[in-house]
């Protein structure tokens, strides 16, 4: 059964640290030209690409403050003088490289997501190339754990708060789309008085292929994250 693959995958695998709730902003971007984002004067901003990862980057000396995961190839940037907008140049992965010239404004830590039309990939991705259903979502599974952003799917930042149940928040982190199907990133946290107790099969829908909940017992104000597998749907 699909979902008995997913699980001992996630239980291994998971980390059960709260995911920061970043306000996020999606940038188009185009390989060659310059785009204009504000970023948090005083704090942190996420730059990532919503396919693939950030190679390198050029920014004047003392300007900015930059700082590379290594491991999901996003940049965190601070300013260093917020009374002046500062000019980053990035190079994807891709070989393709986007200029930015970034304000400092008052607000709080946010996401800058990179988001070029001419990148979206046309070719399943190798998750999807999978002799097997069962080994396509083994692999989705492990890229959720490892929160990875392989330069074949395209990454979405999303931070939707959904309906689900009374006395529960239910948000809609983060989405790996491929050519057919979708890996999403949720967080659940017990809103309420009482204990929650989570039954994976309450979450299935119509063309979810896998769903799994990191912890099914939620104590009040206690967060989990969900994961579900499913197929795409149009050109969402």
Do not use: C
């Amino acid at each position: 059964m699909i979902l008995s693959a997913l699980r001992p995958i996630l239980a291994f695998s998971l980390l059960l640290a709260t995911l920061p709730a970043w306000a996020l902003q999606v940038l188009p971007v185009r390989d060659g030209e310059t785009a204009f984002a504000r970023i948090a004067a005083d704090d942190l901003t996420r730059i990532a690409l919503s396919e693939g990862r950030i190679q390198s980057w050029h920014a004047l000396k003392g300007r900015l403050a930059i700082e590379k995961n290594p491991r999901t190839g996003q940049l965190y940037v601070r300013p260093l003088d917020r009374g002046e907008p500062a000019s980053l140049f990035l190079t994807a992965e891709s070989g393709a490289t986007y200029a930015l010239t970034l304000q400092p404004v008052d607000m709080p830590a946010e996401s800058l997501i990179l988001k070029d039309p001419a990148r979206r990939a046309a070719q399943p991705s190798a998750a999807e190339r999978s002799d097997s259903r069962q080994r396509m979502v083994k692999a989705l599974a492990l890229m959720l754990a490892a929160d990875r952003l392989p330069a074949d799917m395209e990454v979405r930042e999303r931070g939707e708060t959904l309906r689900l149940w009374q006395g529960s928040r239910f948000v809609h982190l983060r989405s790996w789309l491929g050519t057919a199907v979708v890996a999403d990133l949720f967080q659940l946290t017990n809103t309420g008085a009482t204990e929650m107790r989570v039954a994976e099969p309450e979450l299935f829908r119509p063309g979810v292929l896998a769903v799994a909940v990191e912890n099914q017992a939620l104590n009040p104000g206690e967060a989990s994250r969900v994961f579900v597998i499913r197929q795409r749907q149009g050109d969402e």
